[in-house]
């Protein structure tokens, strides 16, 4: 297991567009990938966008990515540098 924290720095959150971009980025790993607010009890997996959204990630917001299987480093890695790029807004 692997995770790191980060926090939503693009204005709008992770919004439809962006949390598109991010499932697109976690489906490609073989790794079982979740996020989730940080202290909060509950997870969602990464590689579905309605349990993204469901989230309501807004900006300034903490989050902990989460990734277990073969390839998790490089998973949470390039989630966290796609959450910290802002998604190019």
Known sequence: MYSKATTIINA????????????REAAK????ITIQRE???TAAN??????????ALSQG???IIT??????????????ALIESGFGE
């Open 12 to 23: 709008t959150g992770l919004h439809a567009r962006p949390a598109s971009d991010f499932v």
């Open 29 to 32: 790993y073989k790794s079982e």
């Open 39 to 41: 202290g909060s009890e």
């Open 46 to 55: 990464a590689k579905s966008i309605i349990l993204l959204l469901s989230q």
């Open 61 to 63: 917001t903490k989050v």
């Open 67 to 80: 990734a277990v299987g073969e390839d998790e480093q490089a998973a949470v890695d390039g989630l966290v």
